[in-house]
């Protein structure tokens, strides 16, 4: 498959399996939701081990999770609770920040210059989000603005967005250190055991080893979703550069502002899809012409 078809089924994927989480597994603590969505993805991912080329990762990988594992956690967590808190077509669009995230830092960090495509994209990012709540201006029009850091998913899909401008990156160089499968299958499953760690300390062990098996037929369909969704990635990630493979990912926004519509019956989802819509205009604009 090319790298387009593996973003668009990477960006499927993901939206679908937002959707399944926050149907079934709402009612639970962000922290379970995210250890059943990974914990059903990893026997999965361990059985791939068995027909990849297993690489021989040198000293970059290695530094590449150390860094990228952390912050990897913390926004997972973050994307978990806001899709407990807040409703898919308010949160998901906040994912479309993360290429514009990708240009801001590399001029703060690595001064490079911002081109007149970047800022324009991100500029139409930027007036996307201000049209996800584009009904508020009967309050004033700072009132969009001000709604986003209001609603609670918004503000921690932004910040989760914020993260994976560094991951995304430390994911790439890793891949180019490895290979993608390998990388799919040691990040995740790290990523698992990592969460898995603080089970005692977040949760209540008796409750939480009940909740997790508790839905195991819709946990299994998660986890092979979640399994598609992660390996798509990688492989797309591999086969273009970064910029590219997350702006086309980023359609995840339109199928989750739809999964709301059809799954949740969310409000106002015609101006939330021509908000979306703006927002993946202005990444699409960002990977060609930035």
Request: proline content about 5%; charged content about 10%; overall charge positive.
């Amino acid at each position: 498959m090319s790298w387009f078809s593996l973003s668009l089924l990477s960006a499927f994927s993901l939206a679908t399996s937002d959707a399944i989480t926050k149907k079934y597994f709402s009612d639970l603590s962000p922290y379970m939701m995210g250890l059943i969505r990974l914990g059903y993805a990893l026997p999965w991912l361990l059985s791939a081990l068995i027909f990849i080329p297993l690489p021989l990762p040198d000293t970059t990988f290695w530094l590449c999770l150390l860094i990228g594992l952390p912050l990897e956690a913390t926004a997972f967590y973050c994307y978990m609770k806001a899709l407990k808190v807040s409703p898919l077509s308010l949160t998901v669009p906040f994912l479309a920040f993360t290429p514009g995230f990708i240009i801001i830092t590399g001029w703060l960090l690595l001064g490079e210059k911002i081109t007149p495509g970047g800022f324009l994209g991100i500029a139409l990012i930027i007036t996307g989000a201000y049209s996800l709540n584009f009904s508020k201006t009967q309050y004033g029009f700072l009132a969009p603005l001000t709604a986003i850091f209001k609603e609670p998913g918004s503000r921690l899909m932004l910040f989760t967005s914020f993260i994976y401008a560094f991951t995304a990156t430390f994911g790439k160089l890793a891949i180019i250190h490895s290979s993608p499968q390998f990388f799919a299958v040691v990040y995740f499953v790290a990523l698992t055991l990592i969460i898995s760690l603080f089970f005692p300390v977040m949760e209540k062990k008796k409750a939480s080893v009940k909740n997790f098996i508790k839905k195991p037929i819709i946990g299994i369909i998660l986890g092979v979703i979640v399994s598609i969704s992660m390996f798509s990635h990688v492989l797309a990630l591999s086969l273009t550069n970064v910029a590219y493979m997350i702006s086309l990912k980023r359609t995840s926004l339109l199928f989750g502002v739809m999964y709301g519509a059809l799954l949740f019956k969310e409000e106002k989802i015609k101006e939330r899809l021509i908000g979306s819509a703006i927002m993946i205009t202005g990444v699409l604009l960002i990977s060609q012409l930035a």
